[in-house]
């Protein structure tokens, strides 16, 4: 069956530095891979798609790479800031099926 | 503005009683879906619905049931079938899925917290 898996829970850095998250996945062939940011007791928001044939793709401080090889993505935050502590979800789009989400990993960036 | 509206923000349901959670967008998305969410724990899809008048089952269908009378609305349905309707439960739109572009995301709502009496 399809598995997502996001590296760790929660993630516990320093401001400043950045923040490397991990989302790997099995028996899948997503064509995309979305990731998200969900604050507490709100809807996650969307962030950033990749796309099979891009290796990365920037927002701002956010960096996102797809290694379908790996069959993995990794999401960067550069010089993160406490106000990017979140959960952050993956998201690997196959065909026209729902979105699965991985269970997240907690970021804390702490000042 | 447009968005995804879902109501009540807390809900409390008695042993027995079927609760109903709205959910309007006026994105004139095609895709609408109903997520749960537990503490720790990834979202789970309970419903989808591609287009009006259809909709498919998730992961998680047994003790929940849904309606696509209209383009904007997608309610869902808590049955007293559900035994542990305890949740966080977000409802999400997008463009229909196999869009030619097929990039779809999801816009969510603000999510209906559900407790059991």
């Known amino acids: 069956s399809q598995k997502i898996e996001q590296n760790s829970e929660a993630l516990n850095i320093q401001e400043g530095k950045t923040a490397t998250l991990t989302c790997n996945y099995t028996?899948?062939?997503?064509?995309?891979l979305q990731w998200y940011r969900q604050d507490p007791g709100r809807g996650p928001v969307f962030l950033l798609l990749?796309?099979?044939?891009?290796k990365e793709k920037r927002k701002e401080r956010l960096k996102v790479t797809f290694d379908t090889t790996l069959k993995q993505s990794l999401f960067h935050i550069t010089a993160s800031q406490p106000a990017d502590s979140a959960t952050y979800l993956c998201a690997p789009l196959s065909g026209n099926t729902p979105l699965v989400f991985g269970k997240g990993t907690r970021l804390s960036v702490i000042a | 503005d447009g968005g995804i509206t879902q109501s009540p923000k807390y809900l409390f349901r008695k042993e027995g009683q079927n609760v109903t959670l709205s959910c309007e967008q006026n994105?004139?998305?095609?895709?609408m879906y109903w997520y749960r969410q537990d503490p720790g724990q990834g979202l789970r899809l309970i419903y989808y619905s591609q287009i009006v008048n259809d909709f498919q089952k998730g992961d998680i269908a047994e003790g929940y049931s849904v309606s696509r009378e209209k383009k904007e609305s997608f309610p869902l349905t808590v049955t007293s079938a559900q035994k542990n309707p305890t949740a966080f439960y977000l409802c999400?739109?997008?463009?229909?899925?196999?869009?030619?572009?097929?990039?779809?995301?999801?816009?969510f709502g603000s999510g209906t917290q559900l407790s059991v009496l």
């Open positions: 990749i796309r099979e044939n891009e």
């Open positions: 028996n899948y062939s997503p064509a995309y």
């Open positions: 999400a739109s997008s463009r229909r899925p196999g869009h030619p572009k097929g990039d779809e995301k999801l816009f």
């Open positions: 994105l004139n998305h095609d895709a």
